[in-house]
């Protein structure tokens, strides 16, 4: 609720649309608390706000088909900066700033790993108060060059040798993903302890998407690509580079800094910036 309050009245004292970006690793608890914070400046402030994940502007498989054979194999797997439409996300963020406008928003089924057909979309009545983006790599700065010159871990070092690969996602970060940061007016950020934790959060995630499947089993026999451990546990590893450089170098470069223990407790609060709208 004191969050909630923070944005009305930064949104109040600058009459416009205000985005905001909100950073977390893998499993941090990032969605719920955009969906909740959405949920409270509607309910308490009356603003107009939605929150959106990065994860429903996925390029579509196959894009990302399209990238992995140009560019590198592992841009088979989606997540990284060079897998996002990051034109689409702008586009949708400046048009739900619009008056008198109907924006549809995209949606991607992780299940399938792809997009779902645009008349599948949620459609919402644009201009909107509050615009909430959440995303496990929203708003890190891209690394030093000689930062990628050492394998951080074996999928690095077995699949990516010569560092082809995370040397085209640091560009990406560096180039395009930063137009999309700069829209941003405000940043949160729930903080990790450490990148260990990821792996059992994101297990927690995976376990919750083979329930929802289950009950709807029958109805869409491709909706089966639920990973098991040994496959979630090279998946994360594509994460691994960025989100431990975000945690490094994002918290003092956000307005909202929430510290988390290995349980996604809260246990500090901080404002490490100044808000200047």
């Not at 929150?51 to 797997?77: C, G, K, M, V």
């Not at 995209?106 to 779902?116: E, G």
């Not at 871990?153 to 180039?175: I, K």
């Not at 945690?247 to 956000?254: A, D, F, T």
Request: charged share 25%; with cysteine; net charge negative.
């Amino acid at each position: 609720m004191p969050l909630a309050g923070q944005i009305s009245r930064q949104h109040a004292a600058a009459g416009r649309t205000l985005l905001i970006g909100m950073n977390g690793s893998q499993g941090s608890g990032k969605s719920t608390l955009a969906a909740i914070l959405a949920q409270l400046l509607a309910k308490n402030f009356g603003l107009q706000a939605i929150d959106l994940s990065i994860d429903d502007f996925y390029l579509t498989r196959q894009s990302r088909l399209s990238l992995a054979n140009h560019i590198h194999p592992l841009f088979e797997t989606r997540g990284v900066p060079g897998t996002h439409d990051v034109s689409l996300l702008c586009k949708t963020l400046q048009q739900l700033t619009r008056e008198n406008s109907e924006v549809a928003i995209p949606r991607f089924d992780k299940a399938r790993d792809d997009r779902y057909p645009e008349g599948e979309w949620d459609r919402v009545s644009a201009p909107l108060d509050i615009v909430i983006v959440e995303g496990w790599c929203l708003g890190t700065p891209a690394q030093a060059d000689d930062a990628l010159r050492e394998p951080v871990n074996d999928l690095e070092a077995r699949e990516d040798p010569d560092g082809r690969w995370r040397r085209y996602v640091n560009q990406q970060l560096g180039e395009r993903y930063q137009g999309l940061f700069q829209l941003m007016d405000l940043w949160i950020m729930l903080q990790a302890p450490s990148f260990d934790c990821v792996y059992r959060w994101r297990l927690e995630q995976e376990a919750k998407l083979a329930e929802k499947l289950h009950q709807g089993a029958g109805e869409d026999s491709s909706r089966n690509r639920v990973m098991t451990a040994p496959q979630l546990s090279r998946f994360i590893q594509h994460y691994q580079r960025l989100t431990e450089h975000s945690l490094q170098q994002l918290p003092g470069r956000v307005q909202f800094l929430f510290s988390l223990d290995a349980e996604r407790r809260i246990v500090s609060y901080d404002e490490p910036l100044p808000i200047s709208l």
